[in-house]
T-cell receptor, first 115, second 111 residues
Framework: DAGITQSPRHKVTETGTPVTLRCHQT?????MYWYRQDPGHGLRLIHY???????DKGEVSDGYSVSRSKTEDFLLTLESATSSQTSVYFC??????????????FGAGSRLTVL | RKEVEQDPGPFNVPEGATVAFNCTYS??????FFWYRQDCRKEPKLLMS???SGNEDGRFTAQLNRASQYISLLIRDSKLSDSATYLC????????????FGQGTTLQVKP
């Protein structure tokens, strides 16, 4: 296994509250990603990181912020959760195949419900 | 138009059947292609990479047609355990590793 853990795995919260999801990796990978998965949309990239303190936006970054103060931890924060952010959130790391292509290995997911 | 498009299915097939999934992508500069498998309420896992020359892994065959911007996955002799959602995935032709996912095709293999 790639050594990725997400916490919490399940969370129910109320609209307007802050939420932080944590992704921890033990593989010392440079690239880390946060995706959300919703019916009819598939997986969509929220933010990604290419190193400590180096992050960039994905396609659905509004309402989310991230931080990476250590190689092993990538945090996703919802400053003020909304019902539209009810989703399953997956963290991933990127590692190269022998061909040079990068593949993603995912954590088990964090299921967030915003009431 | 979505960057990666798949027929969501579901495909309902009997055990032992051969089934094929297709996927189209819009960015002609894409360089890397994959099929991922996702079981219900689990994370996606890499099934196989897709190469221009086509590649086979046991009962699974993947093919890429760059001219038509089309990827396929063929599963022969379907097993009950093949029931899952199959995600077509395309790299955005950059070195960030950013991947674009199709919404997936659901396969249900029945006894």
């Amino acid at each position: 296994d790639a050594g990725i853990t997400q916490s919490p795995r399940h969370k129910v919260t109320e609209t307007g509250t802050p939420v932080t999801l944590r992704c921890h990796q033990t593989e010392n990978h440079r690239y880390m990603y946060w995706y959300r998965q919703d019916p009819g949309h598939g997986l969509r990239l929220i933010h990604y990181s290419y190193g400590v303190k180096d992050t960039d936006k994905g396609e659905v970054s509004d309402g989310y912020s991230v931080s990476r103060s250590k190689t092993e931890d990538f945090l996703l924060t919802l400053e003020s959760a909304t019902s539209s952010q009810t989703s399953v959130y997956f963290c991933a790391i990127s590692s190269p195949l022998n061909s040079g292509a990068n593949v993603l290995t995912f954590g088990a997911g964090s299921r967030l419900t915003v009431l | 138009r979505k960057e990666v498009e798949q027929d969501p299915g579901p495909f309902n097939v009997p055990e032992g059947a051969t089934v094929a999934f297709n996927c189209t992508y819009s960015n002609s500069a894409s360089q890397s292609f994959f099929w991922y498998r996702q079981d219900c309420r689990k994370e996606p896992k890499l099934l196989m990479s897709v190469y221009s020359s086509g590649n086979e892994d046991g009962r699974f065959t993947a093919q890429l047609n760059r001219a038509s911007q089309y990827i396929s996955l063929l599963i022969r002799d379907s097993k009950l355990s093949d029931s899952a959602t199959y995600l077509c995935v395309v790299n955005k032709a950059s070195n960030t590793g950013k991947l674009i996912f199709g919404q997936g095709t659901t396969l249900q293999v029945k006894p």
